[in-house]
């Protein structure tokens, strides 16, 4: 149905805190029809090419390295490159977790701090069950005003350049394809799609159990619940998406996606790993 839909003039980005190989492995069919933005809006890239970074200051991601290891040891914590992640333990359960799990490209590394590189792009904290809990007390007032720092989900703390966010990756395709923000859609489930979800035309917050994002809090995201996924995939093909919508209207998501089209409003949804062959 997603190739169907970009068949029929519609740009889709995969907008996320993963690793581009993760993503472009969980797209597999489609995945030289998609654009990426990768890392939390650090990277923005076509299949083949980087076309955006934004890298961190080394001074800032060093240190932050350096307050987990002093601060917070129940914490690990790893730096991503645009194409692969450094950790100092193999055998850690986060470095696992990245490279079994989620399909990351993982080096291993004595010391993180002695790293001389100009590319790293997001300093992410890990802790399985409280990572923006144990962050809250020292780490995060340490480094909100110097980077932009964004809780996902309860095992994670992403740090990027200040002044990045997913937002920031999608403005860029926004003018590359000089488009409008009011034909952009967008739907996300966590603290750092907000501000994308609050600056998109259209844009939904999932609700789901376990989603860190209520919609109600905030102005411009509709809420929505993540059942009628299937139903809003068949109906986006049915309802001729290339009549409701102009040719180069931009679809954006935090992990996956879907669509769902009715002869007034556009409605995003999140979407899951897998679509059933019956679609």
């Not at 340490?142 to 937002?167: I, M, Q, R, T």
Request: neutral net charge; glycine residues 6%.
């Amino acid at each position: 149905v997603i190739d169907r839909l970009i068949d029929k003039g519609i740009i889709f980005v995969v907008c996320s805190g993963r690793q581009f190989s993760s993503e472009f492995k969980l797209f597999a069919p489609i995945k030289h029809k998609l654009l990426y933005i990768t890392d939390g809006g650090t990277v923005v890239r076509t299949p083949k090419e980087i076309l955006k970074t934004y890298p961190m200051d080394e001074d800032i991601w060093k240190g932050m390295c350096r307050m987990v290891r002093d601060e917070l040891p129940a914490c690990d914590y790893f730096a991503a490159t645009p194409d692969f992640c450094f950790a100092e333990d193999g055998g850690s359960p986060v470095f696992h977790l990245l490279r079994d799990s989620y399909g990351f490209e993982m080096r291993e590394i004595d010391d993180i701090t002695r790293l001389d590189r100009n590319d790293i792009i997001k300093f992410t904290v890990f802790h399985p069950d409280k990572c923006e809990e144990l962050c809250t007390p020292v780490f995060i007032p340490a480094w909100n005003k110097k980077a932009h720092l964004a809780a996902a989900g309860k095992e994670w703390v992403d740090c990027n350049a200040k002044g990045v966010s997913k937002w920031t990756a999608l403005s860029y395709l926004i003018d590359r394809f000089d488009l409008l923000p009011d034909e952009v859609c967008c739907f996300g489930d966590n603290l750092n799609d907000i501000e994308m979800l609050q600056n998109a035309g259209i844009s939904y917050a999932v609700t789901w159990n376990g989603s860190e994002l209520s919609w109600k809090r905030y102005r411009n995201p509709r809420g929505c619940g993540i059942s009628a996924f299937y139903r809003c995939l068949k109906k986006c093909y049915l309802l001729r998406v290339s009549y409701l919508l102009p040719t180069g209207f931009l679809l954006s998501n935090f992990h996956y996606f879907s669509a769902l089209l009715t002869p007034h409003f556009i409605f995003s949804f999140q979407g899951i790993k897998k679509v059933p062959q019956s679609l």
